[in-house]
């Protein structure tokens, strides 16, 4: 199935880890799309009509049907462009696949938020405390491998692009040491491995617009203590 026969949209905003995976999954696949950025604090009607439950980025809308959900849209885009597949052929591994990717989002993604833009000094301890025990749980489980996927990476790789890529900004931004080669020196070196990748580097944002966004958050949060 050629790209250039699907009508593929993307609608996301620049700087989210959420839209990048999708970016990441488009790119691996070579599947040519069109880019619409939205603005949160004024949401287009595009934008609520495609994902009206959650009116939230990314939606990923392929010959006018949407889909939204990061990681949703990820197994969709394997599932319709069959080459450089990202979920494994074996139903257990891709159950394992599954299930990993969703402990990044349930385990990792709020805590690491929290951990630096929350105004509570306990609050912000007990969410550092939270993600240092997920990171671990990640550390044991990619053992000696390259990438989560083996060899090539695949779906708990891109899901945990919020790890390689958006955790290191927000550590130094709130100047914290969670994410280092120290403490965790195989996840570390999957994620120098993982933002080095030539797909995911030309789909990764500009880091300096993103660090000075989330530092103006952080400088906001903390002018209101």
């Given at each position: 199935?050629?790209?250039?026969?699907?009508?593929?949209?993307?609608?996301?905003?620049?700087?989210?880890a959420f839209?990048?995976?999708?970016?990441?999954?488009?790119?691996?696949?070579?599947?040519?799309?069109?880019?619409?950025?939205?603005?949160?604090?004024?949401?287009?009607?595009?934008?609520?009509?495609?994902?009206?439950?959650?009116?939230?980025?990314?939606?990923?809308?392929?010959?006018?049907?949407?889909?939204?959900?990061?990681?949703?849209?990820?197994?969709?885009?394997?599932?319709?462009?069959k080459h450089?597949?990202?979920?494994?052929?074996?139903?257990?591994?891709?159950?394992?696949?599954?299930?990993?990717?969703?402990?990044?989002d349930d385990?990792?993604?709020?805590?690491?938020?929290?951990?630096?833009?929350?105004?509570?000094?306990?609050?912000?301890?007990?969410?550092?405390?939270?993600?240092?025990?997920?990171?671990?749980?990640?550390?044991?489980?990619?053992?000696?491998?390259?990438?989560?996927?083996?060899?090539?990476?695949?779906?708990?790789?891109?899901?945990?692009?919020?790890?390689?890529?958006?955790?290191?900004?927000?550590?130094?931004?709130?100047?914290?040491?969670?994410?280092?080669?120290?403490?965790?020196?195989?996840?570390?070196?999957?994620?120098?491995?993982?933002?080095?990748?030539?797909?995911?580097?030309?789909?990764?944002?500009?880091?300096?617009?993103?660090?000075?966004?989330?530092?103006?958050?952080?400088?906001?949060?903390?002018?209101?203590?």
């Amino acid at each position: 199935m050629a790209a250039s026969q699907e009508e593929v949209t993307l609608l996301g905003v620049t700087g989210s880890a959420f839209v990048c995976r999708v970016q990441i999954a488009l790119k691996l696949k070579g599947v040519e799309y069109k880019y619409v950025e939205e603005n949160l604090g004024n949401k287009s009607d595009l934008l609520l009509k495609y994902n009206p439950v959650y009116k939230k980025v990314p939606v990923f809308v392929h010959n006018e049907k949407p889909i939204p959900e990061s990681l949703v849209i990820v197994e969709y885009i394997d599932e319709t462009w069959k080459h450089n597949p990202i979920l494994p052929s074996d139903p257990y591994q891709r159950a394992l696949a599954r299930f990993w990717s969703k402990f990044i989002d349930d385990r990792v993604v709020g805590a690491a938020w929290k951990a630096v833009y929350t105004v509570d000094e306990e609050e912000r301890e007990k969410n550092v405390e939270e993600s240092f025990e997920a990171l671990q749980f990640l550390e044991n489980e990619l053992k000696d491998k390259k990438f989560f996927g083996g060899e090539e990476f695949g779906l708990v790789d891109i899901a945990a692009v919020y790890i390689a890529f958006w955790i290191p900004i927000f550590q130094e931004i709130g100047g914290l040491e969670l994410f280092t080669s120290e403490n965790f020196p195989k996840l570390y070196k999957w994620s120098q491995e993982f933002v080095n990748h030539p797909v995911v580097k030309e789909s990764l944002p500009p880091r300096d617009p993103v660090f000075a966004f989330l530092k103006r958050r952080y400088e906001s949060l903390s002018a209101s203590k």
